[in-house]
């Protein structure tokens, strides 16, 4: 029983840790607090559990959820660069957009997959895979994402969109076009997150207009959790802290959940969770100093 549980978590949480690869890009590598994320992750399990019960290849369907959450992240993109919307505004906005977008999608509420072919039911088809295949199959997911972001943001145009979040004055002063990098950085941290909503729609095997509610402020709980416990000391060392980050808050949700807090107060924890770890540096820092001071005193 206990092990069961223990790998469905740990399933959800590979999942959505590719929803926090997105989050940790536009927060951490462009300083961008997008608040369309809740809207990209619905946008990617309703384009996905659409075609797929409209008779598509499963692996299709997850590749356009990528693709159109892209073009959500472009939307965005360009609502703060070119039209010089705020980027708290143009991530509400496009939100918002995207609830009606993904009802018109799906044509109703929800959608279920009970019966229908998905990438995991391909995937437990072959030899060892019946038990293990979410797992082993979330695992490479992320892996193979998380090695490809760290191989980007060693790339030239990655340095460049990495600088535009440290000094964007700085970076277009030498001649980097960083409308195009914010662009850039949205649009394939929204295609992570839209990714990441395919995956969880399939396991799940429904989709629903309101799943993607929270997602931004449980990416931002994540990618912090692990920058704590892991550590920041470089970019690969970091995006291995946003992977076990996303892991790790999906562990402590269902811990809190088998403590008997109702469903309903999750957001709650969440926000507690982010608050906590948001304000512990300071206090840190705080107690630091006052040590500092005592033993100053002292001597």
Known sequence: ?????????????????????????????????????????????????????????????????????NLAGLFTGILHTKFKITPLLSGILTMTALYS???????RANISLLGSRTIFTDFAQLPVMEEYGVFILSLISVVFLGTIIYVFLQTELGLALRSTGDNELMIRSLGVNTDLMKILGLSISNGLVALAGSYVAQNQQFADA???????????????IGEVLVGTSSIGRT??????????????????????????DLKLVT???????????????????????????SA
């Open 1 to 69: 029983m206990f092990s069961q549980i223990a790998l469905g978590t740990t399933e959800q949480g590979l999942m959505y840790a590719i929803m926090v690869l997105g989050v940790y890009l536009t927060f951490r590598i462009l300083d961008y607090a997008d608040l369309s994320v809740d809207g990209s992750f619905t946008l990617g399990a309703a384009t996905a559990t659409s075609l797929i019960v409209g008779g598509a290849n499963p692996w299709f369907a997850t590749g356009m959820a990528f693709i159109v959450g």
């Open 210 to 224: 309101s799943m993607g509610i929270g997602m931004i402020i449980a990416g931002l709980a994540s990618v912090i």
């Open 271 to 297: 926000s507690i969770i982010v608050i906590t770890a948001l304000i512990s540096p300071s206090f840190r820092k705080k107690i630091a100093a006052w040590t500092a001071g005592v033993k100053g005193e």
């Open 101 to 107: 977008i993904n009802l018109r999608i799906m044509g």
């Open 239 to 264: 995006i291995i802290a946003v992977i076990c980050g996303g892991v790790i808050y999906r562990v402590i949700i269902a811990l809190v959940l088998q403590l008997g807090l109702a469903p309903t």
